[in-house]
């Protein structure tokens, strides 16, 4: 392969510089049901109300596009995480805060991401949602069809979700509000948004 990394001529300090904030990675893991989608859209909001660039990558948004020839096989999850991953380390370059929502079920799938991406610039969120509550609420129906064998490897019923054992930041959707959540992340991430 004949390939260079291109240099262009506007520095991602310049960006942020611009922008009045530094850029990085919220990355939001928990079950289908926790509250990622709906945290990851209210914190946009939030970002959005006071100045701060943003943009949301979640699965419905990547699978129905750049991701639309993967399935749900163990290998393809990875590689959706890897591309997300990818595609975030690029908008880090433009000076925007990536929000990603995505189960992310394994460790070494969010080591990857974390690694691709950077370790200073990762910020994992472990939306900590007890698997009965996100059936109970069942958003999109999924677990009704997984639990009649309708779709095969669904985190949490026949397939595995490993818990962060550090996650940055850790948020409780089943006693706090999205409100509240949203709260909490904004304050963790403070001095992260600071350019020096």
């Not at 990394?5 to 079950?31: C, D, M, P, Y």
């Amino acid at each position: 392969m004949n390939l260079t990394i291109a240099n262009f001529q506007i520095s991602r300090a310049q960006k942020e510089k611009l922008n009045g904030h530094k850029s990085f990675v919220v990355w939001l893991t928990g079950f289908s049901g926790s509250g990622k989608s709906t945290i990851a859209n209210a914190l946009e909001v939030a970002f959005f109300e006071q100045g701060i660039r943003s943009f949301c990558l979640d699965g419905d948004n990547t699978r129905l596009g750049i991701n639309k020839d993967l399935g749900f096989s163990s290998a393809d999850r990875t590689e959706n995480i890897r591309r997300v991953a990818e595609m975030s380390k690029l908008f880090l370059q433009s000076g925007t805060i990536v929000i990603t929502s995505f189960i992310s079920p394994l460790i070494s799938d969010r080591e990857m991401a974390k690694n691709i991406i950077g370790d200073s610039d990762f910020v994992e969120v472990f939306i900590n949602c007890p698997l009965e509550i996100c059936e109970e609420r069942d958003v999109k129906g999924l677990y009704a069809k997984a639990r009649k064998g309708e779709i095969k490897d669904f985190t949490g019923i026949d397939s595995p979700f490993e818990t962060p054992f550090n996650a940055d930041i850790e948020l409780f959707t089943n006693k706090n509000s999205i409100e509240e959540c949203v709260e909490n992340i904004l304050n963790k991430i403070k001095l992260k948004l600071e350019i020096q």
